[in-house]
């Protein structure tokens, strides 16, 4: 693939979808060298500071393009299944494979040891978690952590890349400095730092490599050089060589705000489609039929680790954006809308026993980071509701660590409500006649607007409502 400074080969609408074209290998076999320059054709020595959902797939991307791999990571655990070629991410389709087979012909292995780790590398990519604190402010514990521990192997010609979601400014601002007051190196000059987003969906990671394009931007040029270089030497996609750090940083930001906001907004037009009664689902295809509009889908709330945490690295440094402010309130408030809609159906909600289905933040990732089952459990029990809870991806333990009682599917209950926070398409197959006392069923992803339900089971989704949810099939006059 070329490196280009835009992207050149999606098709975008202003507001619209793109679609990515696939793009199919052209690598040949590199040329092992040492050091590495970023001479194009050749490979080096890498390491991956952070081998979890995301760290561990990218360690063997780079593997299978001809580079040594070291992966990273606090937890021995980690380390010691990477060094058996056992991948400990168990959901992302095609990485256990891929972990068995770098591993076997020893591309990849796993070390807790840091330093001795960058002593050896060409490349060092960071991506360790950096989440909120209790202000919303960035909690950098686990990054500054990993900057320090591989300061005492950076050397000179290495480049240091962060793949972990920043606020503008930090990969500059914040981590070339402690590198360089560590190491009494100069970065551009003696070492190399630039940012790349993460920007891979779960569940879908070796796809969106081969699709999505890689933005890259350094601190100096010769750091954006080297990292686009690399990113070129590893991945299928195009490579867009930005002009600083900071227009990467932002770009991920503004990505995933923009899509916060936009969820936003849907949530507000579902408050209005109930209002006048219609269905919003039909709304939001009838206008995203016209190509300016991409307006996203409703829902109980927005969770992951990643879109509700973002908009606050935004607002750490600019408070005054407002509408990024209102749009993450309303997404919260989501659990709260649906609790109190649920109160009016049930009469009040002390002592009634309520089903919650699917706790991760999303259906088929096991991550409860952020999601918002855990307000949803904790308000519906501060009203007095007894929560049970189920999850395909969570153990009873798990389940009870949520502070809900374990639901065991298929198991008869006196039920009378259910709330679904994913959606999982097992909750297609509910069998009602195990629930004789349900009464209403909220569906938090509008996910089951076309299921069969009891006479006496109302329905209300997220802008859906029972008398909305099935459209009529209108045929074509004489037909
Ligand atoms: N998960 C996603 O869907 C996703 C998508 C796009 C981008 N991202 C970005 O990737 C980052 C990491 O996400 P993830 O899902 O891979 O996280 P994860 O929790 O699955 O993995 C993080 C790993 O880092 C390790 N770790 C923590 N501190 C460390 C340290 N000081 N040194 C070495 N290892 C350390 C942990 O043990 C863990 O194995 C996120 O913060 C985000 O910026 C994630």
Redo the contacts with the bound molecule.
């Keep these: 693939m070329t490196i280009v400074t835009r992207p050149s080969r999606v098709v975008s609408l202003l507001g619209g979808s793109i679609t990515p074209p696939v793009n199919p290998c052209t690598h040949g076999t590199p040329r092992m060298v040492n050091p590495w320059t970023g001479e194009p054709g050749t490979a080096g020595r890498a390491v991956v500071?952070?081998?979890?959902?995301?760290?561990l797939p990218l360690a063997v991307q780079f593997a299978r393009h001809g580079w040594t791999v070291t992966a990273?990571?606090?937890?021995p655990n980690?380390v010691a299944s990477i060094n058996e070629g056992r991948s400990h991410v168990a959901e992302e389709p095609g990485l256990a494979e891929a972990v068995a087979e770098v591993h076997a012909v020893g591309r990849l292995s796993a070390t807790t040891d840091?330093a001795a780790a960058t002593r050896e590398a060409d490349v060092v990519v960071l991506?360790?978690?950096?989440m909120l604190d209790d202000a919303q402010q960035p909690d950098y514990r686990?990054m500054d952590?990993?900057v320090d521990?591989i300061s005492g192997g950076v050397h000179s010609g290495v480049t240091i890349i962060f793949?972990?979601?920043l606020p503008v400014g930090d990969t500059r601002g914040r981590f070339a400095p402690r590198l360089e007051a560590a190491t009494g190196l100069q970065a551009e000059t003696d070492f190399f730092v630039a940012f790349s987003p993460?920007?891979?969906?779960?569940g879908a990671v070796f796809a969106n490599l081969a699709t999505y394009p890689k933005l890259v931007g350094g601190i100096g040029p010769e750091s954006g050089r080297r990292a686009a270089n690399f990113y070129d030497s590893v991945l299928d996609a195009e490579i867009v060589a930005m002009s600083c750090s900071e227009a990467a940083e932002f770009s991920k930001i503004a990505d995933t705000t923009y899509r916060d906001v936009n969820i936003a907004l849907a949530n507000d037009f579902a408050r209005y489609a109930d209002r006048v009664g219609v269905d919003i689902q039909e709304v939001i295809e009838g206008a995203n039929s016209q190509p300016y509009s991409h307006i996203h889908q409703p829902g109980i709330g927005v969770g992951g680790?990643?879109i509700p945490v973002y908009p606050h690295l935004l607002l750490s440094r600019a408070p005054d954006l407002e509408v990024v402010a209102v749009a993450r309130r309303t997404n919260d408030a989501q659990v709260g809308v649906a609790i109190k809609a649920l109160e009016g159906l049930l009469g009040g909600l002390d002592d009634v026993p309520i089903l919650v289905l699917g706790l991760t933040y999303r259906e088929t990732v096991k991550e409860l980071a952020y999601s918002r089952a855990l307000p949803l459990i904790e308000r519906l029990s501060f009203h007095g509701a007894e929560v049970a809870a189920y999850d395909p991806l969570l153990s009873i333990a798990e389940i009870e660590r949520c502070c809900a009682g374990p639901y065991q599917w298929g198991q008869p209950a006196r039920f009378r409500a259910i709330v679904t926070q994913t959606a999982d398409n097992l909750w297609e197959s509910i069998d009602f006649s195990l629930f004789p006392e349900l009464e209403v069923i909220l569906d938090g992803r509008n996910s089951l607007r076309e299921i069969d339900l009891p006479p006496n089971v109302r329905y209300m989704g997220i802008g859906v409502q029972a008398a909305t949810r099935r459209r009529p099939d209108y045929a074509p006059a004489g037909k």
């Design positions: 500071v952070g081998a979890g959902k995301m760290g990273v990571d606090v937890n980690v840091a991506i360790v978690p950096v686990y952590s990993a521990s793949e972990t979601t993460e920007r891979l969906f779960s680790h990643c």
